[in-house]
């Protein structure tokens, strides 16, 4: 175990899949500063008869639960050291990009199987999918706007979710959970799909290569896909010219989705009239970026996964793969190494 966990979700783990032995020793991991923190105080350091230590514990292990000081470098030293590691489980449900970050040679990446936490997420995000499309809706900064200045306005139209129509970007786990609470709002859903699949609560589908062509007729947006080549910038300085003035648009994937330059100038001309984003290209956020100071959007710190349950939804999936390990089964959420997500 290389990334903080606590000993009641040690123990869960073990309950859950006997024929593991989780080797954890707690003063050799940085203290948590909240629940379901995976990297831990970032002042925290080891003396080195600790470093010793605990490279010792990973040049013996199995399979890593997380990833040392959630480093790729230190995973690729990790991998380097030990022949007979064979799984590394990754806490982001986006692990693939930091695998993809290790550098690691073929053969390493024949050998080592890499898992990420693709799903344990869906619900929490797709929560602030919505309150982000809500906050949009019924026109959150006009309501902030307003009683800073105390003022009662005359009476103005609010939208509904209801009697408006969602384009989700990815149909992942995330994806589908967005659709499905969407579609119970009464909110017809279109959503983008390479392969065509039916989703439950989805009324259309789209291929990712026709957003400009979809946009115009949206009221809202939600971003859901990783961060990988194929997805860099989709959401595009013409997709976000294309789209209906005024729209919504709402980010829980990754940052590099989006033209942040270009949603930036349609944030500031109003063709994207709210924008809720958990997440952005470069982070932590630069403090000198735009999108800090304007109005109608809410920024949050890439925190929107963060709930108290979600240290034992990973423990539960990390055991779980274990017993489908040590089965010979097929592993949940195996990292694409040639798409990294």
């Known amino acids: 175990?290389?990334?903080?966990?606590?000993?009641?979700?040690?123990?869960l783990v073990e309950r859950l899949e006997p024929r593991v032995e989780m080797l954890c020793e707690q003063e050799l991991l940085p203290p948590v500063r909240y629940p379901s923190d995976h990297h831990g105080d970032p002042s925290f350091t080891r003396t080195p008869a600790q470093e010793r230590r605990f490279a010792r514990l990973i040049a013996t292990a199995d399979a890593l639960y997380g990833m040392p000081g959630e480093d790729p470098a230190a995973l690729r030293r990790a991998i380097e050291s030990n022949p007979r590691l064979c799984w590394v489980h990754t806490m982001a449900a986006g692990g693939g990009a930091q695998v993809k970050a290790a550098g690691l040679t073929a053969e390493q990446l024949e050998r080592v199987t890499f898992t990420t936490s693709?799903?344990?997420?869906?619900?929490?995000?797709?929560?602030?999918?919505?309150?982000?499309?809500?906050?949009?809706?019924?026109n959150l900064p006009r309501l902030q706007a307003d009683a800073a200045q105390h003022e009662w306005p005359p009476r103005w139209l609010m939208g509904q979710l209801r009697e408006q129509t969602v384009l989700v970007v990815?149909?992942?786990?995330?994806?589908?959970?967005?659709?499905?609470?969407?579609?119970?709002?009464?909110?017809?859903?279109?959503?983008?799909?390479r392969r065509g699949?039916?989703?439950?609560g989805v009324a259309e589908l789209v291929h990712p290569?026709?957003?400009?062509?979809?946009?115009?007729?949206?009221?809202g947006i939600v971003v859901t896909l990783p961060g990988t080549a194929a997805t860099e910038k989709l959401v595009s300085a013409e997709v976000l010219a294309a789209v209906r003035p005024g729209v919504?648009?709402?980010?829980?994937?990754?940052?590099?989705?989006i033209d942040e330059d270009a949603l930036v100038e349609a944030l500031r001309d109003r063709r994207v009239g709210f924008a809720a984003l958990d997440v952005f290209a470069k982070?932590?956020?630069?403090?000198?970026?735009?999108?800090?100071?304007?109005?109608?959007v809410i920024?949050?710190?890439?925190?929107?996964?963060?709930?108290p349950a979600e240290g034992r939804r990973i423990a539960e999936l990390f055991a779980d793969n274990a017993g489908r390990l040590l089965d010979g089964r097929p592993l949940r959420n195996v990292v694409n190494t040639v798409e990294w997500y």
Do not use: C
């Open 197 to 200: 699949e039916p989703v439950e």
């Open 118 to 138: 693709a799903g344990v997420h869906a619900g929490p995000l797709a929560e602030y999918a919505l309150f982000g499309l809500l906050a949009g809706a019924k």
């Open 248 to 257: 919504t648009l709402v980010n829980v994937g990754r940052g590099t989705v």
């Open 299 to 307: 920024i949050s710190p890439h925190n929107a996964t963060l709930t």
């Open 170 to 193: 990815g149909l992942g786990g995330i994806g589908r959970e967005v659709a499905r609470l969407l579609a119970a709002f009464g909110t017809q859903v279109i959503g983008t799909s």
């Open 209 to 219: 290569s026709q957003l400009v062509d979809v946009v115009g007729r949206v009221d």
């Open 283 to 296: 982070e932590p956020l630069d403090p000198a970026s735009p999108l800090w100071d304007l109005p109608n």
């Open 1 to 11: 175990m290389v990334t903080p966990l606590s000993e009641d979700l040690v123990e």
